[in-house]
């Protein structure tokens, strides 16, 4: 019996000293990429603008008289790029905008105040400094709706219309619920992921879109290296969401002229309760356009993107009449 448990712990041993080694083989290669990639990432799209202290980015396309905004997704680490098989079939006819919050893309990562309100404020304050001016056509994908319907409601001169990216209303969250002490877990696990290198094993070409080109994957990759699940994408913005919520449920709904792109919705939700929600919020609206997707909540630009293009160009001739 010793023998067997002496045999165990030996194997044991070897095993936990195989994975201290391949951690430290992979945290050398990593500080070797990232250096390499530092290079690379300076032609990553967008400028960097200086909000309360600190880099925030902002890409910025195209000319005319209506200017479409897009808002990112919970743990998208590069907006800019991400929307681009959208917003480059509308950069001909509009002014298109993205903005980084921080944390995401080529912006900063921060340990400042993340309420929805102050996030607000600096997109505004990033779009500005980026003469980039309002009014805007908010489009919001996911969660970033919280973002949307805080800024039409405190700043409803800044907001023309918003383009729903199936995005998220406050009783969507309602429903799916916010389990802290597992965001928490995830966050600690993505943040050793990402200092010890060993996240690179679990990014290959595949889990990118493509529709994007080598060069742009190869940029996605070098920011999911650096920035996926990082503190504000992973948690400082997920915990702050009910407090969002119940603000914009103590205000009027912003009566804004709405185009809501649809989907079969997330795994925590079935298709009909996801967009029996959406179509709850904005039924009572003058102006609101619907349109379905047989796709999921996360592959819509991928797949409808000549759809969804073609129907905000229909939407804002109509809001333009």
């Known amino acids: 019996m010793k023998k067997a448990l002496k045999l165990i712990g030996k194997i044991l041993l070897g095993f936990i000293i195989l994975d201290i080694i391949i951690i430290l083989i992979m945290f050398v290669y990593n500080r070797i990429m990232l250096s390499k990639e530092d290079k690379l990432l300076e032609n990553y799209p967008g400028q960097l603008v200086e909000v309360d202290g600190h880099n925030m980015n902002v890409f910025v396309e195209g000319e005319g008289t209506h200017t479409l905004v897009f808002l990112s997704p919970s743990q998208d680490t590069s907006p800019a790029i991400s929307f681009k098989p959208l917003y480059s079939k509308l950069s001909d006819d509009y002014r298109v905008a993205v903005v980084e919050k921080f944390g995401y893309g080529m912006s900063d990562v921060v340990d400042t105040e993340r309420d929805y309100e102050t996030m607000v404020d600096e997109c505004r304050n990033a ?60 966050s600690t696990f993505m943040g050793f992921a990402r200092a010890t290198g060993i996240i690179r094993l679990f990014v290959p070409d595949s ?24 503190h504000i994408i992973n948690y400082d913005e997920i915990v702050t969401l009910p407090d969002a919520c119940e603000l914009i449920k103590s205000n009027p709904f ?68």
């Open 254 to 321: 912003p009566d804004k002229p709405m185009l809501l792109f649809l989907t079969n919705g997330v795994t925590e939700m079935d298709t009909e309760t996801w967009q029996e929600i959406s179509h709850s919020y904005a039924d009572d609206l003058k102006v609101k356009t619907f349109t379905a997707f047989d796709c999921t909540h996360y592959e819509i630009i991928e797949k409808e993107s000549e759809q969804m293009s073609q129907d905000i160009k229909d939407f804002i001739n109509k809001i333009s009449e």
């Open 127 to 186: 779009l500005e400094k980026a003469g980039v001016e309002a009014p805007y056509i908010l489009c919001p994908y996911s969660k970033s709706g919280v973002d949307t319907l805080i800024w039409a409601q405190k700043y409803p001169d800044e907001v023309e219309a918003v383009v729903s990216i199936d995005m998220a209303f406050p009783e969507h969250f309602d429903k799916m619920g916010i389990d802290t002490k597992q965001l928490k877990t995830t």
């Open 207 to 230: 889990a990118f879109s493509p529709l994007h080109s080598d060069d742009d994957i190869k940029l996605e990759r070098a920011l999911v290296c650096r920035k996926f699940g990082n």
